[in-house]
């Protein structure tokens, strides 16, 4: 089974075909741990941790890199590897100091015309029955200040040690708001 929640944060489940031969799926659960997490989801409206398996965070967390894929106004995919840092709620990527060629970036170009993007945060190794993923679709911002600015500079800043000592508290950052979300692999 593969496990998916979009914009109601109501579990769907689906059969997925082939899963067998990838390796074990994540998500199965039993009726009793689907009411916990719609209690808890009652009761903590603006998280979507409750959502989350201990294992599923600790992969999202833990992995250092994933894919942003964003498009222009006419469809026009771009797909580029991000630093990234999560809260919870949101997925934050600073447009930080590393060398670029222009300040005028075709993925903030991108979220401007199309706010629609997808993260992919992927774990590879050469046995195969070990890869993993999490998708998450939803909307992307674009912010320059503010409370949740100072939040995502705070947590980068602990992940990441590079940025510790770079402005990325003056510099753009991208906000991932997820609306659907999806797991497949071993993610341990």
Not at 11 to 22: E, M, S
Not at 65 to 73: F, M, N, Q, S, Y
Not at 123 to 130: K, L, M, S
Not at 144 to 173: N, S
Request: glycine share 6%.
């Amino acid at each position: 089974m593969r496990r998916m929640w979009s914009g109601n944060l109501r579990f769907k489940r689906q059969q997925a075909r082939g899963n067998r031969q990838r390796g074990k799926a994540i998500g199965s659960r039993h009726s009793s741990d689907s009411d916990n997490r719609k209690s808890k989801i009652q009761n903590r409206p603006h998280s979507i941790v409750p959502l989350l398996t201990r294992k599923e965070l600790a992969f999202v967390r833990a992995e250092r890199v994933a894919h942003l894929a964003t498009a222009d106004a006419r469809g026009q995919p771009l797909v580029i590897p991000i630093c990234f840092a999560f809260d919870g709620r949101q997925f934050f990527s600073p447009i930080d100091e590393k060398p670029k060629r222009t300040t005028k970036l075709k993925r903030l170009r991108n979220i401007s015309e199309n706010p629609r993007v997808c993260l992919v945060i992927d774990h590879y190794q050469e046995d195969w029955n070990r890869l993993a993923y999490i998708l998450v679709r939803g909307k992307a911002s674009i912010i320059t200040r503010g409370d949740r600015h100072k939040r995502g500079v705070q947590l980068l800043r602990r992940k990441y040690r590079q940025y510790r000592t770079m402005a990325i508290h003056q510099r753009p950052m991208i906000v991932i708001k997820p609306e659907q979300f999806r797991t497949w692999g071993q993610l341990s």
